[in-house]
């Protein structure tokens, strides 16, 4: 059975670094047909997609993060790795890492979700 | 970019059928996801493909989509489906990943 577990720093200073490490087991993340995602939270309100790594390597970010954002992949430790620079109290929120199906372009769905992580930015 | 629009709450007594709709421009013409999230936990899938259910979700969980409506069904309403609900589509023409609102659903 697939699990995803992040961890990372809870506690995080403006202006710094926010890194999120997603462990993966049930499954290798070189499998193809799926994707590994972040997504996150913020106190009280919705979900908005951060941006996902393909089994190949390649990136999609949203928009309004992509200049901050940087999402990796390695395959020997079964990991993904989330870092978001220059945050500010708005980056607070609950992250969570997912896998993403992805099927024909358009079908996609997240299948599995880690448990989350609270982060807070603040000095 | 690609918008989607839900109600942010929605109110039905036990037993009863509740209706969860996401609007977007064509959004018939995607593919539609839905989530359930119950405080303090992840969410998880309990529609995709716009209708299709995984494996462990109830029959009484059905979705339908249409024209600008997407539409999340459930069916004998139960207390224990008190949550947030989220829709979610593949934005093909940015490759990018949209996410509706939510809309919090009430057991009276």
């Known amino acids: 059975q697939l699990q995803l577990q992040a961890s990372g720093s809870g506690l995080v200073k403006p202006s710094q670094t926010l890194s999120l490490t997603c462990a993966v087991s049930?499954?290798?993340?070189?499998?193809?047909?799926?994707?590994w995602s972040w997504i996150r939270q913020p106190p009280g309100k919705g979900l908005e997609w951060i941006g996902h790594v393909s089994h190949s390597g390649s990136t999609y970010y949203n928009p309004s993060l992509k200049s901050r954002v940087t999402i990796s992949v390695d395959t020997s430790k079964n990991v993904f790795s989330l870092n978001l620079s220059s945050v500010t109290a708005a980056d607070t929120a609950v992250y969570f890492c997912?896998?993403?199906?992805?099927?024909?372009?358009?079908?996609?769905?997240?299948?599995?979700w880690g448990q989350g992580t609270l982060v807070a930015v603040s000095s | 970019s690609y918008v989607l629009t839900q109600s942010p709450s929605v109110s039905v007594a036990p037993g009863q059928t509740a209706r969860i709709s996401c609007g977007g421009n064509y959004i018939g013409g995607q593919s539609v996801q839905w989530y359930q999230q119950k405080p303090g936990q992840a969410p998880v899938l309990v529609v995709y493909d716009d209708s299709d259910r995984p494996s462990g979700i109830p029959e009484r969980f059905s979705g339908s989509n249409s024209g600008n409506t997407a539409s999340l069904t459930i069916s004998r309403v139960e207390a224990g489906d008190e949550a947030d609900y989220y829709c979610q589509v593949w934005d093909s023409s940015s490759n990018l990943v949209v996410f509706g609102g939510g809309t919090k659903l009430t057991v009276l």
């Open positions: 049930g499954d290798s993340i070189s499998s193809g047909g799926y994707s």
């Open positions: 997912a896998r993403l199906i992805v099927v024909a372009s358009a079908h996609t769905r997240f299948d599995s």
